[in-house]
């Protein structure tokens, strides 16, 4: 099932660690997918960030 960025980004900072993610409602499955779906990138081990283009207001892209 897709994940709603929306939704899941909700409550999330910019760069975040698997247990906010997990703390945030997020199950593996969904975090994954998102990295999958390049919606997130994996900065380290555990350690996710929102790419600066998800953030940027669609007009500008």
């Given at each position: 099932?897709?994940?709603?960025?929306?939704?899941?980004?909700?409550?999330?900072?910019?760069?975040?660690?698997?247990?906010?993610?997990?703390?945030?409602?997020?199950?593996?499955?969904?975090?994954?997918?998102?990295?999958?779906?390049d919606?997130?990138?994996?900065?380290?081990?555990g350690?996710f960030?929102?790419?600066?283009w998800?953030l940027?207001?669609?007009?500008?892209?």
């Amino acid at each position: 099932m897709a994940v709603k960025w929306d939704d899941a980004r909700r409550g999330l900072p910019v760069t975040f660690i698997y247990s906010e993610a997990r703390l945030g409602g997020l199950s593996d499955r969904q975090l994954y997918q998102l990295r999958d779906d390049d919606v997130i990138e994996v900065i380290d081990r555990g350690l996710f960030a929102v790419p600066m283009w998800m953030l940027l207001p669609m007009s500008i892209v």
